[in-house]
Nanobody
Framework: QVQLVESGGGLVEAGDSLRLSCAGS????????MGWFRQAPGEKREFVAV????????DYADSVKGRFTIYRDNAKNTLYLQMNSLKPEDTAVYYC?????????????????WGQGTQVTVSS
């Protein structure tokens, strides 16, 4: 059974940092682009960041560029999102996803596997 399990969410204050993890099991994701998306209450799920299968290419939403860093450890089959200088508007459920392709993409429809999400709440 293929699974993605996120962890690392929590309640923090504005300006704090968090690191999210997404552990994969059931298959290797080393050749797959993987990404982070988030969904705030009452909003659609939106793209946050993506990394290519090799880790050599990344892309970020403008709202997080310069504050968030996506990276992966293929040996551990794990994806990470380092979030610095958090803002209240970063509050959302964060989901990791994995594609079956090598190239990084922002398109949600391209993701075949999803985790259950982890809540990030940033207080002002």
């Amino acid at each position: 059974q293929v699974q993605l399990v996120e962890s690392g969410g929590g309640l923090v204050e504005a300006g704090d940092s968090l690191r999210l993890s997404c552990a994969g099991s059931g298959r290797t994701f080393s050749g797959s682009a993987m990404g982070w998306f988030r969904q705030a209450p009452g909003e659609k799920r939106e793209f946050v960041a993506v990394i290519s299968g090799s880790g050599g290419s990344t892309d970020y939403a403008d709202s997080v560029k310069g504050r968030f860093t996506i990276y992966r450890d293929n040996a551990k089959n794990t994806l990470y999102l380092q979030m610095n200088s958090l803002k209240p508007e970063d509050t959302a459920v964060y989901y990791c996803g994995a594609t079956k392709t090598y190239l990084a993409t922002r398109e949600e429809y391209a993701y075949d596997y999803w985790g259950q999400g982890t809540q990030v709440t940033v207080s002002s």
